[in-house]
């Protein structure tokens, strides 16, 4: 099993930078990408983005492209997503999700364990 714990969020003005931490333990020696989702009230969780564990190969969305950048720490068993220039429509609950699979790594149903989530706001 693998368990994941998120970090970071907060409240910041518009045009303002969080870091989010996602801290993995337990299997992931056989992890193959993590990832990032976020959900709004009243909307669907949405991918925002992943990054493949060996390759460190990165998917953005487009919303968040330029934006924010996704990276990992394997000897931490860490994933961080640095969210700059942030917007209000960036508030939302983050998720981080890890896969232990090859798949698509924006799809949710491809993840097999989540985070608790770490709340973001934003303000105008």
């Known amino acids: 099993q693998v368990q994941l714990v998120e970090s970071g969020g907060g409240l910041v003005q518009a045009g303002g930078s969080l870091r989010l931490s996602c801290a993995a333990s337990g299997r992931t020696f056989i992890s193959y990408a993590m990832g990032w989702f976020r959900q709004a009230p009243g909307k669907e969780r949405e991918f925002v983005a992943a990054?493949?564990?060996?390759?460190?190969?990165?998917v953005f969305a487009d919303s968040v492209k330029g934006r924010f950048t996704i990276s990992r720490d394997n000897a931490k068993n860490t994933v961080y997503l640095q969210m700059n220039n942030l917007k209000p429509d960036d508030t939302a609950v983050y998720y981080c999700a890890w896969k232990g699979r090859s798949g698509s790594p924006s799809l949710e149903v491809e993840y097999d364990r989540w985070g608790q989530g770490t709340q973001v706001t934003v303000s105008s």
């Open positions: 990054i493949r564990w060996s390759a460190s190969s990165t």
